[in-house]
Nanobody
């Protein structure tokens, strides 16, 4: 049973930074793509960033230049480094992995940006 476990969320002031981690049970090398999504109440879950097995990355326009996604295959972990955080970045952040036609989701971690 594959499990994805997020950590690193919390409360941060505007302009601050946080790093989210997504630990995968088993090898992430088999995942074609790993991504971070976020969701706020009443809104659909949206893609924040994703990284493909070859290293290609994609970002939502709203986070381009502020967030960086990376993966450490040796540690079976995907990271989301978030900088210059804004109030509108407040959301529950989810990690997702995709391989062989199956999606795997973590349970989410809350990020709150507030003064």
């Amino acid at each position: 049973q594959v499990q994805l476990v997020e950590s690193g969320g919390g409360l941060v002031q505007p302009g601050g930074s946080l790093r989210l981690s997504c630990a995968v049970s088993g090898s992430i090398f088999s995942f074609y793509v790993m991504g971070w999504y976020r969701q706020t109440p009443g809104k659909q879950r949206e893609l924040v960033a994703r990284i493909f097995s070859g290293g290609t990355t994609n970002y939502a326009d709203s986070v381009q230049g502020r967030f960086t996604i990376s993966r450490d295959n040796a540690k079976n972990t995907v990271y989301l480094q978030m900088s210059s955080l804004k109030v509108e970045d407040t959301a529950v952040y989810y990690c997702k992995g995709f391989r062989t036609g199956t999606e795997y989701w973590g349970q989410g971690t809350q990020v709150t940006v507030s003064s």
